[in-house]
């Protein structure tokens, strides 16, 4: 199981993508038939986040398809904007979410 | 997708001939294992449970031997293609209840500019269903005799 809070909220964007393209897979052959399961599970995950940052990824829901965007090179993937080279040193630190200086979006250090 | 686009995400590194897992976690664990060995994942974590709550959507054993476990996640940042093979066969609780032999892992980022995530799962999908060509997969070792037998040579 995920251990940091930006771990979790990685994982409950990827489960509600899930949820929206399994109507696709289910067309492509694939047993699809759990979606309550994936439903229940992503209500467990909204319980095991702090509020506080499922209030600021339901607010950025409003603007952004998905809240969380990929960096790469010190760059938001979500709207391409140079970060400052002293968030990546933060990126893992469990007592915040680092957000995008310029779209807001919460951000995701792959590597 | 035409075929030999697919056999351009095929990469050496990523092909397991003798995978050792004999259950469903413990496969996607070893499949996973040589994307944070090639520094593709920072860590296993987030990968693996979302590719075991896929699993909870129904399994991605889609019969005669074969599973493609697949998901998307913002823990890549392009698409990766794992292939796998147990010749004592993993329970996968696939859609026929039968061992499955070879795998297929697929994942991808939420957002990708070629949005290649369905056309590849589609085209895997269709090569598998031929008998032929999975009964040819089951006895190769090598990667090149892998690649050999999808281009029919």
């Known amino acids: 199981m995920p251990k940091s809070q930006l771990e979790l909220l990685v994982l409950y964007q990827d489960v509600q993508l899930m949820l929206h393209e399994a109507e696709e897979q289910e067309n492509m052959g694939f047993q699809v038939e759990g979606r309550k399961n994936l439903e229940n599970a992503l209500k467990e995950l909204a319980d095991t986040i702090q509020t506080r940052y499922i209030r600021t990824y339901d607010r950025l829901k409003t603007r952004h398809t998905r809240p969380i965007a990929p960096v790469s090179n010190d760059v938001c993937l979500g709207c391409f904007a140079k970060q400052p080279t002293s968030y990546k040193a933060r990126a893992w630190d469990d007592k915040q979410i680092i957000t995008c200086e310029h779209c807001g979006r919460i951000l995701y250090w792959i590597y | ?153």
Do not use: W
Not at chain 2, 54 to 60: A, D, I, M, N, Q
Not at chain 2, 80 to 87: C, L
């Open chain 2, 1 to 153: 997708m035409h075929l030999n686009e697919l056999i351009g995400y095929f990469r050496e590194e990523f092909f397991l001939p003798a995978l050792q897992s004999e259950g469903k976690e413990a496969l996607l664990e070893e499949m996973v294992e040589p994307l944070l060995e090639h520094e593709v994942i920072k860590n296993k974590r987030v990968i693996l449970e979302t590719l075991k709550k896929r699993e909870t959507l129904g399994s991605t054993g889609i019969g005669y031997g074969v599973a493609i476990p697949h998901c998307r996640t913002l823990a890549v940042a392009d698409v990766q293609i794992v292939i796998g093979r147990s010749t004592k066969g993993v329970s996968y609780e696939a859609l026929d209840g039968e061992p499955v032999h070879l795998f297929f892992l697929i994942v991808a980022p939420p957002q990708e500019k070629s949005n290649l995530y369905l056309p590849i799962l589609g085209k895997l999908v269709e090569i598998l269903r031929d008998e032929s060509f999975r009964k040819q997969l089951q006895s190769i070792d090598t990667f090149d005799a892998f690649k050999n037998i999808l281009l029919g040579e």
